[in-house]
């Protein structure tokens, strides 16, 4: 885990005669550790989903039935939280949830579904203080862990009702047995569980890692969970043009000198910047930039590099950060091979948020320059 410093801001370009545009490489934000804890909350793309701005695909009953589990399982979290009150931070002995057989609910299916929206919204619907709710990534649970310690992360979360875990992915045995430890620990304290992910529970490890030691922790982890299978295609493509193709660079640089707060990047430049900043610190990275402006986008060279794109794209879409590109399209990001391996559906979701974000890009564009 990458040690945490104290300073939140992100480091920023220094000003010159003239304003222009932002850089990300030129940003290396350092979150300390209590502000880990007190964002764990749904993104600002999420600030205002409830079940109710959720359509189904009539259809895919399945997206209906998703909706009727959710949202009984937040209605019995609320009533539990109501007739139990606030819970001491001291207790003689473990308390698990009073309804007995799994203590979450894991929402399984592929991306563009809306299970970001349905987890959202199961934190939104559940009665209880913001305090006692917690909403993050995987990845910004595993960096708590790392900022706070495991068993001091176990007392801070283990006083919550209710941890959403969003695009739950193992990626190595070492957080597989970490996060399985912990969520049996905050099972055992009574904290409901909810989590999203493209992968059924039992088979997270498949195709990544033979192991037998992962593949078991894999087993005992998906007890903890009722699965909720939710089918459907992309709604971010579903009845929208084609993705646009890229633009010129001189397009782009001009964008990106006309929007306020726009970053300008090569490609190339910030791919190397990502591998110098932790992933938990990349939506920090990116605050307060009113739009990602690219240039010369190319293929991936290797796994790592996109497994650390894949983030900045998800932090971009949480934030609806508008992209503007030139060079090769979004769906030419990785290799066949790349696509057909263990984290292909990872790959996918990238394209879908970053064709869905470079739609909102075209706006950026003047006449002139487009």
């Known amino acids: ?25 030129a940003r290396a934000p350092h979150v300390p550790a209590e502000q880990l804890v007190s964002e764990l909350v749904p993104p600002p793309r999420f600030d205002s989903v409830r079940f109710d701005t959720y359509v189904p695909d009539p259809q895919q009953p399945s997206q209906a039935e998703a909706v009727s589990v959710l949202s009984g399982f937040a209605e019995g979290l609320g009533a539990a939280e109501v007739k139990g009150g606030r819970r001491g931070w001291f207790r003689r002995a473990p308390k698990r949830p009073a309804r007995g057989g799994p203590g979450g609910v894991y929402l399984d299916g592929g991306y563009g579904v809306g299970k970001t929206h349905l987890l959202a919204s199961v934190w939104h619907a ?42 739950f992915e193992l990626d190595d045995p070492g ?26 529970p039992g088979k997270l490890g498949e195709g990544r890692f033979a192991a037998a ?35 010129s660079p001189e397009a782009v640089d001009a964008a990106a000198r006309t929007v306020p707060g726009a970053a300008l990047d090569d490609f190339g430049a910030l791919l190397d910047h990502l591998s110098r900043v932790h992933p938990s610190r ?77 739609r909102d890009g075209e706006r950026l564009l003047s006449p002139a320059g487009a």
Do not use: W
């Open 126 to 167: 559940t009665q209880a203080p913001p305090e006692r709710k917690a909403f993050g990534t995987f990845v910004e649970l595993t960096n708590l862990v790392g900022a706070l310690g495991f068993q001091q992360t176990v007392r801070t979360l283990g006083t919550h009702r209710l941890l959403c875990i969003d695009e």
């Open 1 to 25: 885990m990458a040690a945490v410093s104290t300073s939140a801001e992100p480091t920023t370009e220094p000003a010159g005669d003239a304003p222009g545009p932002l850089a990300l490489t």
């Open 213 to 247: 030691d992962f593949l078991r922790e894999i087993q005992g982890l998906s007890a903890h969970f009722r699965t909720v299978r939710i089918d459907g295609e992309d709604y971010r493509h579903r009845g929208l043009p084609a993705s646009p193709a890229p633009h």
């Open 175 to 200: 957080d597989t047995v970490l996060v399985s430890t912990l969520l049996g620990r905050l099972v055992d304290e009574g904290v409901a569980l909810a989590a999203t992910s493209n992968t059924l």
């Open 282 to 358: 990349y939506g920090a990275m990116v605050k307060g930039v009113g739009a990602v402006c690219l240039t010369e986008v190319h293929p991936v060279p290797d796994q790592s590099t996109a497994l650390r794109l894949v983030v900045l794209a998800d932090r971009l879409y949480d934030r609806e950060i508008p992209v503007l590109s030139s060079g090769v399209p979004f769906d030419e990001l990785f290799g066949e091979e790349m696509l057909k391996g263990g984290y292909r559906k990872k790959y996918f979701r990238a394209i879908s948020r970053l064709t869905a974000l470079a």
